[in-house]
């Protein structure tokens, strides 16, 4: 059992918990994985231990680049999680990395959850936030060796159309 502290809060993390475990050990060596399965080849962002798409329990962590596109976000502006209060209000992102970007179909892909980010590890402008926006994974170091993979705004041009809510 390890116990980690994430901003005043407990974290913990089973030995045995195939889920999250190997997930933050790559992110304490700066590196982000997603599971893949051994059976259709496609990666996945979500937790849970069978493919979504063939419902085969045979996968592994493997390595991706880090680099998105927000595919769609909430702003949080009010939480009710006590460690988190004085960042509200903060972005939180779906992005669909690059590795598997509309596959297997135009409207699924390898997508995870995470915050986005300033370069300083500080929430984003909301203004700044937009679908569409390119983005890269950061890290944020923790104590005991391990850290929260976060994203960031990359810089690179969009891909795509780009769509904002009004603020
Ligand atoms: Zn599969």
């Known amino acids: 059992m390890a116990n980690y ?8 993390i089973p030995e045995n918990d195939s889920e999250y475990r190997g997930y933050f050990e790559a992110a304490g060596e700066h590196k982000l ?16 231990p069978g ?29 009710v ?14 992005v669909e990395l690059d590795e598997q970007s509309g596959q297997p179909t135009s409207e699924d892909g390898l997508r995870i ?7 300083d590890l500080k929430p984003e402008k909301e203004e700044k936030v937009s679908i569409g926006a390119r983005v890269e994974v950061i890290f944020d170091d923790e104590p005991g060796g391990i850290s929260i993979p976060h ?7 969009p891909r795509g159309d780009t769509w904002q809510h009004i603020i």
């Open 5 to 12: 502290e994430y901003r005043g809060q407990l974290l913990t």
């Open 33 to 48: 994985v997603v599971k893949k399965c051994g059976n259709c080849g496609l990666m996945r962002g979500e937790p849970g």
């Open 113 to 119: 959850v995470a915050n986005l980010l300033d370069a």
């Open 151 to 157: 994203f960031k705004l990359s810089g690179e041009e």
């Open 81 to 94: 999680v006590p460690a988190l209060k004085d960042l509200a209000p903060f972005a939180i992102v779906l």
């Open 51 to 79: 493919c979504p798409w063939c419902t085969s329990l045979d996968w592994e962590w493997v390595e991706v680049s880090g680099k998105g596109t927000i595919y769609s976000y909430q702003i949080v502006a009010h939480t």
